[in-house]
């Protein structure tokens, strides 16, 4: 039995949401969704990934940290990954992960180092020599922003070293973060010059130490603690993180002295009240609390997963909650025509930041919640900005409250409105003709995934299509310098810079090509693999749903889209007229097209446990290759379980169905044997 496809279509929408959410978060520091609401989100993708494993791309947020650097910073490569934190919402969370510890490393107790959860900006510095020598942030997780002239002017972080004690060359990690205090001064400075304060010290940290000119930087009053290495030679590392904190004390580095050694499990509980009392006294903001394993070797032996380390989490502080009123539920329209009900709250103050809107998502969750114009709601914030509505106070419900229905017509452009089977939202019709879509498909088109077109942002993009200049992404490259030149803040530098770019993007790559085209579900992964299997546009866009199913990350449903796409007459006239423009792209040599390979056509595959000489991805995509169909169920009419380490309750059932199981090895002769 294949995956259902509405977890597919589930997993394929969260990663597009957190991704938006990253870099809102990590590259432009202006988040519009509170912690817990991302905390959600990320959460449910990891159960999905983790129940369907064979869904997991390289892509996903889960495999990652944050997004790309900013461009006005050079660009600067960790000698290790900066990794993010797994997060525990409540203490059973916190039992199981001393419970998984402590079964890998056959202990009865661990020793944990707890620090405070600094709600700051992760920094990696290096020393050489006793010098400071690059600062960057943390950026993707790989490669960050060298943010080093603004670093040098944190007076708690020394430019030389003290003592003689330290390598000639290592990375600290640490977190640059605004005292409550400077956070206040700076927001009333900037009250008494007529300028607009900052939501939170957190977002104040981040935009002091992204100044290009770090003479304001040094005006902001920041502040930074170590708490822990990043390359680092082995032969001068300690046995324990407490240790390192304290050499990294004696050498003049700042450490937080509100971590403490603690005894297992149960004292963790402990110090995360004490902590949760102690927090308002603190003067710095803190989001919870971090729980480490002290000894490094231990450490070393649980090792990491894509993005996190095994022996550390991150206990979150519960969200803040406050009260308020439904003004309005407005209808946003995205790229794709999905139709998302916003409700505009009466501003309310929540954890720092005054809050004014919340997405509710779809007309499922407004009827699930009951939630209606002029109710009073609970919301809850835990970060930033946009909060989630936790519920309906019923009893304080006025009678003049009104009961809200979705739309049946867009509200942009009166096209009707549709429901996709087996999805909760409902989407504009109108395509091309919808303004909303219009706007959006050219901002894909032209994003840096997509066709990279430097300089054609939101507002440029908005300013062409008011001028008539712009109705669908083939008439970007009828654009020359007369028509726009005269467009307002564009003049004759701006505009030559754009049709420049405008030229320079039309030599592109299929994979490139099929993402920019804004199919919908079709994002850079299938997007790729469709190029490789086909190796032409031709080719995908005459392929029948039996053919398109056998490519990778390719059901159903989605064939169903690309099918729909090109057989749109609008959709093959804008590719030819992208096409009589001089957009062009090299064939690929087809992967898997050819029919002489697909030996293993009509066989059904499920892959278990864990596998030592690939991943189970590569495994499905070399089975893929040979025509075989893998799947996440057995059943029946499996021909094949693939056995690697931990199998799981999948080899219990294979053996009742009698299906045919192989170990890993077998596999591995099964591959050499069909080449």
């Known amino acids: 039995m294949d995956c259902p496809q509405e977890i597919i279509h589930k997993i394929d929408e969260l990663r597009r949401i957190l991704n938006d959410h990253n870099r809102q978060y990590y590259q432009l520091d202006d988040p519009n969704v509170s912690d817990a609401e991302y905390d959600a989100l990320f959460r449910e993708l990891i159960n999905l990934e983790q129940e369907f494993p064979q869904l997991v791309t390289l892509d996903s947020p889960t495999q990652r940290v944050g997004t790309e650097p900013l461009k006005a910073f050079q660009r600067v490569e960790h000698a290790l990954p900066m990794l993010s934190l797994d997060n525990a919402f409540s203490d059973d969370e916190l039992f199981a992960f001393d419970h998984r510890l402590r079964g890998k490393l056959q202990l009865g107790q661990v020793e944990y180092i707890a620090e405070p959860k600094l709600d700051g900006l992760a920094i990696n510095l290096v020393y050489e020599n006793g010098l400071l020598i690059r600062a960057a942030t943390r950026g993707d997780g790989t490669v960050g922003e060298n943010v080093t002239n603004n670093i040098r002017t944190i007076a708690q972080i020394p430019l030389r070293l003290v003592g003689n004690d330290f390598p000639q060359q290592f990375e600290l990690r640490g977190?640059?973060?605004?005292?409550?205090?400077?956070?206040?001064?700076?927001?009333?400075?900037?009250?008494?010059?007529?300028?607009?304060?900052?939501?939170?010290?957190?977002?104040?940290?981040?935009?002091?130490?992204?100044?290009?000119?770090?003479?304001?930087?040094?005006?902001?009053?920041?502040?930074?603690?170590?708490?822990?290495?990043?390359?680092?030679?082995?032969?001068?590392?300690?046995?324990?993180?407490?240790?390192?904190?304290?050499?990294?004390?004696?050498?003049?580095?700042?450490?937080?002295?509100?971590?403490?050694?603690?005894?297992?499990?149960?004292?963790?509980?402990?110090?995360?009240?004490?902590?949760?009392?102690?927090?308002?006294?603190?003067?710095?903001?803190?989001?919870?609390?971090v729980y480490k394993i002290n000894n490094f070797v231990q450490q070393q032996k649980l090792g990491y997963v894509a993005r996190a380390p095994r022996w550390a989490i991150a206990r979150k502080f519960p969200a803040q909650e406050a009260m308020t009123t439904i003004q309005d539920i407005n209808i946003q329209v995205g790229r794709s025509g999905a139709l998302t009900p916003v409700a505009r709250l009466k501003p309310v103050f929540v954890g720092g930041v005054t809050v004014t809107n919340a997405t509710l998502h779809n007309g499922g969750e407004i009827r699930k919640k009951d939630v209606r114009i002029g109710d009073t709601v609970i919301v809850r914030r835990a970060g930033d900005v946009i909060p989630e509505i936790v519920r309906v106070i019923e009893e304080k419900r006025i009678p003049t409250a009104q009961v809200f229905s979705m739309p049946g017509k867009c509200p942009v452009c009166g096209s009707a409105v549709i429901k996709v089977a087996d999805e909760a939202i409902l989407r504009c019709s109108g395509g091309l003709f919808c303004k909303a879509q219009q706007k959006e498909s050219i901002k894909h088109f032209a994003s840096r995934k997509a066709m990279n077109i430097e300089g054609l942002g939101d507002k440029r993009i908005a300013q062409l299509i008011d001028n008539g200049l712009l109705h669908t992404i083939a008439d970007l490259y009828d654009l020359d310098v007369k028509q726009i030149v005269d467009l307002d803040k564009m003049g004759d530098k701006s505009a030559n810079k754009l049709i420049s770019a405008l030229e320079k993007s039309k030599a592109t790559t299929l994979p490139r090509l099929i993402y920019a085209l804004g199919i919908r579900d079709v994002g850079e992964v299938t997007a790729r693999n469709l190029a490789n299997f086909y190796g032409s546009l031709d080719k995908i866009s005459e392929a029948e749903e039996d053919q398109l199913i056998s490519?990778?990350?390719?059901?159903?449903?989605?064939?169903?889209?690309?099918?729909?796409?090109?057989?749109?007459?609008?959709?093959?006239?804008?590719?030819?007229?992208?096409?009589?423009?001089?957009?062009?792209w090299p064939n690929i040599e087809r992967s898997a097209g050819n029919k002489e390979n697909q030996v293993l056509k009509a066989?059904?595959?499920?892959?278990?446990?864990?596998?030592?000489?690939?991943?189970?991805?590569?495994?499905?995509?070399?089975?893929?290759?040979?025509?075989?169909?893998?799947?996440?169920?057995?059943?029946?009419?499996?021909?094949?379980?693939?056995?690697?380490?931990?199998?799981?309750?999948?080899?219990?059932?294979?053996?009742?169905?009698?299906?045919?199981?192989?170990?890993?090895?077998?596999?591995?002769?099964?591959?050499?044997?069909?080449?």
Request: glycine share 8%.
């Open 603 to 675: 066989k059904t595959f499920v892959l278990t446990g864990t596998l030592v000489s690939m991943t189970r991805e590569n495994a499905a995509k070399k089975l893929q290759l040979l025509g075989a169909k893998v799947t996440s169920s057995l059943s029946a009419k499996t021909n094949y379980l693939v056995k690697g380490d931990n199998p799981g309750s999948k080899l219990d059932k294979a053996n009742k169905l009698e299906v045919n199981i192989i170990d890993e090895e077998e596999f591995l002769s099964l591959l050499k044997s069909l080449k």
């Open 175 to 289: 977190e640059v973060f605004m005292p409550k205090a400077a956070f206040r001064s700076l927001n009333k400075r900037n009250h008494e010059a007529g300028e607009k304060g900052f939501a939170n010290p957190r977002n104040a940290a981040a935009g002091s130490l992204r100044q290009l000119d770090s003479a304001v930087t040094a005006s902001r009053s920041l502040a930074f603690y170590c708490y822990g290495h990043g390359a680092f030679p082995e032969s001068s590392l300690p046995s324990e993180q407490w240790t390192l904190l304290r050499l990294f004390e004696s050498w003049g580095l700042p450490v937080c002295h509100e971590a403490e050694i603690l005894q297992g499990i149960d004292a963790c509980l402990q110090h995360y009240q004490r902590f949760k009392a102690k927090r308002q006294s603190l003067d710095y903001d803190i989001d919870g609390v």
């Open 551 to 584: 490519v990778p990350d390719v059901g159903k449903i989605v064939a169903g889209n690309i099918i729909g796409f090109f057989e749109q007459p609008g959709n093959n006239e804008a590719i030819q007229r992208l096409i009589s423009s001089g957009v062009c």
